[in-house]
């Protein structure tokens, strides 16, 4: 009689641990959140290009549950990334890039990608597209060329 109690009670015993363990057990993980996800330079008359115009910061959320980490952030042609936040940043904190771009003095669009890469399983590669437009002028709502 012993034989057959125990291993029933052993059973039952391992049932309710997984059980258990099942609904509460959460998977922590990191989650990536940028504001903005796209950035608008908007229109930016040719007299006021200055060393700051191509100046731009993104912040970047964790609203996961786990670390996130920024394995690496890069922009495309001839964009610098200044400088963005090595260490892990930690559930419901902010955390920061600084990308650096020329603005050159003639009338063109801008279009620059940021590529964020990190440890969020979901997302592990997110863009940020940087949009904008130089004009000669804007006068009164109208853009002139």
């Known amino acids: 009689m012993m034989s057959r109690f ?6 039952c015993g391992l049932m309710f641990l997984f059980a258990t363990t099942t609904l509460f057990a959460q998977k922590k993980e990191a989650t990536l959140r940028v504001d903005p996800v796209e950035v608008q330079l908007g229109e930016i008359e040719l007299r006021k290009i200055d060393d700051s115009t191509g100046r731009v910061k993104i912040a970047v959320w964790n609203d996961g549950t ?35 771009f020329r603005v050159e003095p003639k ?5 620059r990608t940021v590529t964020i890469l990190s440890n969020d399983p979901k997302n592990k ?20 060329f």
């Open 6 to 11: 125990f291993p029933t009670s052993l059973l």
């Open 66 to 100: 786990a670390p996130l980490i920024l394995q690496n952030v890069s922009g495309c042609c001839g964009t610098d990334i200044k400088d963005y936040t090595r260490a892990p940043i930690l559930p419901g904190k902010e955390g920061e890039i600084q990308v650096y």
């Open 107 to 111: 009338l063109h669009a801008i279009s």
């Open 125 to 144: 590669e997110v863009l940020v597209p940087i949009k904008g437009t130089v004009v000669k002028n804007k006068e009164h709502g109208r853009v002139a």
